[in-house]
């Protein structure tokens, strides 16, 4: 069932997305902007105001998130322009390198763990510290994760390691920062069809066995769609009532 909301719960909201151009990231951002939420929006390509955002409402810039000063630069701009900020969804994230690790290129397996592992940490940092800066008003964390952090895929060590990564640190940030009011979760969303699941069905069973079960996926339809995901986040930050009883929660499969 989709979390049954209205428009005022979210309005004046201040929201950060990282990874924020394209998929799941743009997808938030869209619904984010229809509920009325004010956006800070990054990520590698400065990503494009939602169509439904007031363009006082939103902050927009290319960063990289595996640069702490830079992140720290773009929660300072956000929070000067816009306010305090609510909620951070540490979203950005790369799937590649898919290969098995023995065939793996240490460039590009670095490349990986500073987006999506470093990433988080330093955005989860930056966040933590900017709550603390705001006695009072606590806020909500999140960073998005897989199935992939407990299911182990041939073809995709990087992948699960570093959401496996994401859960446990999320699990750290939880204790170290209830005392200042931030609430933080990981969230896997479920599989939602982006480039990312196009780059997924476009691999071969030699490198990745499963590819079968996510081109049958397509087949059928059987994805979540962003809006969806939205709105459970939405709920999981400020719906009375809805967070989740751990700090790491699956979405959902969205009924067809």
């Not at 995709?156 to 920062?177: F, G, M, N």
């Not at 780059?199 to 809006?227: L, S, Y």
Request: charged share 20%; with cysteine.
């Amino acid at each position: 069932m989709r979390p049954v909301s209205t428009h005022e719960q979210y309005e004046g909201r201040v929201a950060v997305v990282t990874g924020a151009s394209r998929g799941l990231g743009a997808g938030l951002a869209a619904r984010f902007a229809e509920r009325g939420v004010r956006l800070g929006l990054c990520a590698r390509r400065q990503p494009d105001p939602p169509p439904a955002a007031d363009p006082d409402a939103v902050v927009t810039a290319a960063v990289d998130v595996a640069d702490p000063d830079a992140v720290e630069r773009f929660a300072a701009t956000v929070a000067e322009r816009l306010g305090p900020i609510d909620l951070w969804v540490n979203n950005a994230g790369v799937l590649e390198p898919i290969v098995p690790l023995r065939d793996a290129e240490p460039a590009a397996l670095e490349a990986h763990v500073r987006t999506n592992v470093l990433g988080v940490l330093y955005g989860s940092r930056v966040y933590a510290r900017h709550v603390r800066a705001h006695p009072g008003r606590g806020g909500v964390l999140v960073n998005v994760s897989s199935g992939a952090a407990t299911s182990a895929y041939a073809g995709w060590s990087a992948y699960c390691a570093s959401k496996a990564a994401v859960d446990q640190l999320t699990r750290v940030v939880a204790v170290e920062e209830a005392d200042a009011g931030l609430r933080a979760y990981a969230v896997a969303p479920g599989v939602v069809d982006t480039d990312m699941q196009a780059a997924i069905r476009a691999t071969t069973p030699d490198v990745f066995p499963a590819v079968e079960r996510f081109r049958r996926m397509a087949e059928t339809g059987a994805f979540n769609e962003p809006d969806w995901v939205a709105d459970h986040l939405l709920a999981l930050a400020w719906d009375p009532g809805a967070a989740p009883p751990d700090v790491v929660w699956r979405v959902p499969d969205q009924p067809r």
